[in-house]
């Protein structure tokens, strides 16, 4: 191990630890609130059998200007909001509030369109033998689209990541963070090179498995 790796290994876990921490908040809601949104956007879309033009169209603006934000000005914006929610608008923390709401319109978008491309005689048949919401989200939707659904996230993951390299403005620490503080900072471009290939390696695992899962549950 090279020697710079060894002399910052402590800051370096504590790095991961907090890009870690950071993007599995931002998972949990992407699923937890993005997921139910996302399918909320597509049964009340024209033409679906839940149709309902006020809803989609409130929903739907609100997803479009939240990821209209460039995602900087996104957090600077939210820092009352943060301060009233987590008591502080500084830390690893507070930075999961900007992050989760990003997460949230991210993935709700691209669980819309994996639901879009389910074919419509899947709904078809579903209402007509009578399936209740619930049954024709988990029994029909669910189960056509998982595939789309599992790249969606992975992508939506990767973007997390992404997001979460800058969030050292709000002293949300990370990899990213680290890279700028430790290594651009202080000129030393090998140690934020190590940082830039642990992210990479990183990125690289999550679609791997992202797609051997979304190829595995394929049965299309």
Request: aromatic share 10%.
């Amino acid at each position: 191990m090279p020697e710079i790796l060894i002399q910052y290994k402590t800051e370096i876990w504590q790095s991961i630890a907090e890009t870690f921490a950071m993007v599995g908040v931002s998972i949990l809601a992407a699923i937890l609130v993005g997921l139910p949104v996302g399918t909320l956007l597509f049964l009340c879309r024209k033409g679906q059998v839940f149709e309902n033009p006020y809803i989609f169209s409130i929903v739907n603006l609100l997803v479009n200007v939240i990821r209209s934000f460039p995602f900087l000005l996104l957090v600077v914006f939210l820092i009352p909001f943060t301060r009233l929610v987590i008591g502080t608008a500084i830390g690893t923390a507070a930075a999961t509030v900007p992050l989760s709401i990003i997460a949230i319109a991210h993935y709700s978008r691209l669980v819309e369109q994996s639901l879009l491309d389910v074919p419509k005689g899947v709904m078809e048949a579903a209402v007509s033998m009578g399936a209740s919401v619930r049954e024709i989200i988990f029994k029909f939707l669910y189960v056509e689209a998982r595939s789309g659904l599992v790249l969606g996230l992975t992508t939506s993951i990767i973007s997390f990541i992404s997001y979460s390299t800058i969030m050292g403005v709000v002293g949300g620490g990370g990899i990213g963070d680290f890279a700028i503080r430790y290594g651009y900072q202080q000129f030393k471009t090998d140690l934020m090179m190590y940082m830039i290939l642990i992210m990479v390696i990183l990125v690289q695992l999550i679609q791997f498995t992202g797609t051997t899962v979304s190829r595995m549950i394929d049965k299309r």
